[in-house]
């Protein structure tokens, strides 16, 4: 089974800076996709940025861009310029193709932006 | 707009009660999930359903059920054999297996057992 882990329970960043937030996942797959959400005091849970493991390109979306290291089985993601609305819980989570339905999540980063 | 409604926001439930959460989508998507968050855990999947009138059970199924009638709507029931219910549970669609799926989620309901 696939597991996914993110070994920081909690992170601070100063507004206006950069914060980089880990993911390992463990899978012998070899095409799989990388998801990171965002889930903000609202409790929505929103897709920040997502990965195609066949793609060797790392996906950036605005001031969020993901550090794909396919060989670790690694999927950081980097937010720049940190804005007060970053301030929410990330998860990472990873799937197979074909499987929607197994859709794993981490365990979660409380990520707190200081003004 | 299109979107995933889930109600109520807050429940509360007694022992013994059997409680339904509503989830309701306007997407056209094929495939509905339930989720449950407890904290410093990652969502769990409780049931899932790729097409009308066909669900299954994900990692967490026991003391749930569900079903699924109209392409819409994907109810879930928290059964009294559910001994620990008290969590944030969270709805989602996506338009089916293939391709990069992304899922999209409702706003949550915080169900507590009083």
């Known amino acids: 089974a696939q597991t996914v882990t993110q070994s920081q329970p909690e992170m601070s960043v100063q507004e206006a800076e950069t914060v980089t937030l880990s993911c390992t996942y463990d899978?012998?797959?070899?095409?799989?996709?990388l998801f990171w959400y965002k889930q903000p005091p609202s409790r929505q849970m929103i897709l920040v940025i997502r990965q195609e493991a066949y793609k060797q390109q790392n996906a950036t979306e605005n001031r969020f861009s993901v550090n794909f290291q396919k060989a670790a089985k690694s999927f950081s993601l980097k937010i720049s310029d940190s804005q007060l609305g970053d301030t929410a819980m990330y998860f990472c989570?990873?799937?197979?193709?074909?499987?929607?339905?197994?859709?794993?999540f981490g365990a979660g980063t409380r990520l707190t932006v200081k003004p | 707009d299109g979107g995933i409604t889930q109600s109520p926001k807050y429940l509360f439930r007694k022992e013994g009660q059997n409680v339904t959460l509503s989830c309701e989508q306007n997407?056209?998507?094929?495939?509905m999930y339930w989720y449950r968050q407890d904290p410093g855990q990652g969502l769990r999947l409780i049931y899932y359903s790729q097409i009308v009138n066909d669900f299954q059970k994900g990692d967490i199924a026991e003391g749930y059920s569900v079903s699924r009638e109209k392409k819409e709507s994907f109810p879930l029931t928290v059964t009294s054999a559910q001994k620990n219910p008290t969590a944030f549970y969270l709805c989602?669609?996506?338009?089916?297996?293939?391709?990069?799926?992304?899922?999209?989620f409702g706003q949550g309901t915080r169900l507590t057992v009083v």
């Open positions: 989602a669609s996506s338009i089916g297996a293939g391709g990069l799926t992304e899922a999209f």
């Open positions: 997407l056209n998507h094929d495939a």
């Open positions: 989570a990873f799937m197979k193709p074909q499987r929607p339905n197994d859709m794993r």
């Open positions: 899978t012998s797959e070899s095409n799989y996709y």
